[in-house]
């Protein structure tokens, strides 16, 4: 297996952005044309344990990795500036992999990871009953929506936010400077965002948008009545045994907690955060996320049009993908992703979690993944 070359991948996606070669459209069904009984969001199963205090290891060859891929993985991770790997087998750590002994147990950015954080931690609120449901107007808790002169902005539902189809002129992806420069010069983060204009009635189209998560943070703190930070110690990372202070999250100028981005975990305590996803929200008998919530925010819901670049389409601030194994079977899976290479992979179908924090090049990281996806974890699986 050669190696995965990033010049090469950066190049070609240069291209593809200014339309210089010609692209082929996956044969793979989106995630929204993947059939139902293919859509796995969770395994329902007894566990031996759960990693509250620390992961406790198996060998691949235990948990049925093939050792040969594994080595393969390793070698070219290795040859890229990825600072850690965990991958996670039945519940056990089977590889541990960082670039020195400074990434080992150190906390690392995770980025946009802390979406699918925010996210999951609405799901928390809805249930508490802090908040109605995702259909509950936005305005109820952003008073200042109300004195926009664009009125189908009054009519924005938390579930615009989430699922990023708020329709504002937001060009993040194609020119993160352009917006979120002026973002964080702003004084006042929530007006700035949703003072933006309108260029699609909200519902219609996906559109890549760090303001409205950050939106969803100051949406809790309101309905909550304490912080985003506060809200997430006592209901998500304390049961997970992730004490405050082993994690940073930043704030906004007014004092909100950036609800996109801005966040730094240790990967190991990342890890758990996506165990418990895969566990349906279930951590030691007891349920910290709602089991439907889980369903809902890791299933399909949006279109982004983002496959070609190596993403795939949106749930409730989750990526989702259809993945394709050897045999021609068609499986479900869902990460978060970070700028630069940060990625929280699950795929419930071999009961895997994996874990990657990374510095590489922004323009190409979605579909370096990709691949390693591909030609690598897939084949871990693979006797």
């Not at 995965?4 to 082929?24: D, K, M, P, R, S």
């Not at 937001?170 to 204009?197: C, G, H, K």
């Not at 045994?241 to 990967?267: A, H, L, R, S």
Request: glycine letters at 6%; a negative charge; proline letters at 4%.
């Amino acid at each position: 297996m050669k190696r995965i070359h990033n010049v090469l991948v950066y190049t070609l996606l240069l291209l593809f952005l200014a339309g210089c070669i010609e692209t082929q459209t996956s044969s793979l069904p989106t995630s929204e044309d993947l059939p139902s009984e293919a859509v796995r969001t969770q395994i329902d199963k007894e566990r031996d344990y759960y990693p509250t205090d620390n992961w406790q290891t198996k060998s691949p060859a235990e948990l049925g990795l093939n050792e040969d891929v594994l080595i393969e993985l390793i070698q070219e991770v290795r040859h890229e500036d990825v600072y850690s790997m965990l991958l996670i087998k039945n519940g056990y750590l089977a590889e541990e992999y960082y670039k020195s002994i400074a990434f080992d147990n150190s906390r690392a950015p995770i980025n946009s990871i802390a979406k699918s954080i925010t996210s999951s931690l609405i799901g928390i609120a809805i249930d508490q009953g802090y908040i109605e449901g995702i259909d509950q107007k936005a305005s109820d808790f952003l008073s200042e929506i109300l004195d926009q002169k664009d009125t189908r902005k009054h009519d924005w539902t938390i579930e615009h936010f989430l699922t990023m189809t708020d329709g504002l002129d937001w060009p993040e992806a194609a020119a993160w400077t352009d917006i979120m420069v002026p973002l964080e010069s702003s004084d006042n983060w929530v007006e700035f965002i949703i003072s933006r204009e309108l260029v699609n009635d909200p519902g219609n189209q996906f559109n890549y948008n760090t303001g409205s998560s950050h939106l969803l943070s100051v949406i809790l703190e309101r309905a909550a009545g304490q912080s985003t930070k506060q809200f997430a110690d006592e209901h998500l990372f304390s049961p997970l045994g992730i004490g405050t202070m082993d994690y940073f999250w930043d704030i906004d100028p007014n004092g909100y907690y950036t609800g996109g981005y801005k966040m730094e975990m240790v990967p190991a305590d990342l890890a758990k955060f996506g165990y418990l996803f895969l566990n349906g929200g279930r951590w030691d008998g007891v349920q910290i996320i709602p089991q439907d919530w889980v369903d809902a925010s890791t299933t399909y819901h949006t279109t982004t049009e983002l496959n070609e670049a190596g993403f795939g389409d949106y749930g409730y601030q989750w990526w989702v993908k259809t993945l394709q194994l050897e045999t021609g079977e068609l499986i479900h899976s869902y990460y978060g992703s970070g700028a630069f290479g940060q990625k929280l992979i699950v795929i419930p179908h071999f009961d895997f979690v994996a874990v990657f924090t990374s510095s590489l090049p922004n323009d190409s990281y979605a579909l370096y993944f990709e691949q390693i996806t591909e030609q690598f974890l897939l084949r871990l699986f693979e006797e």
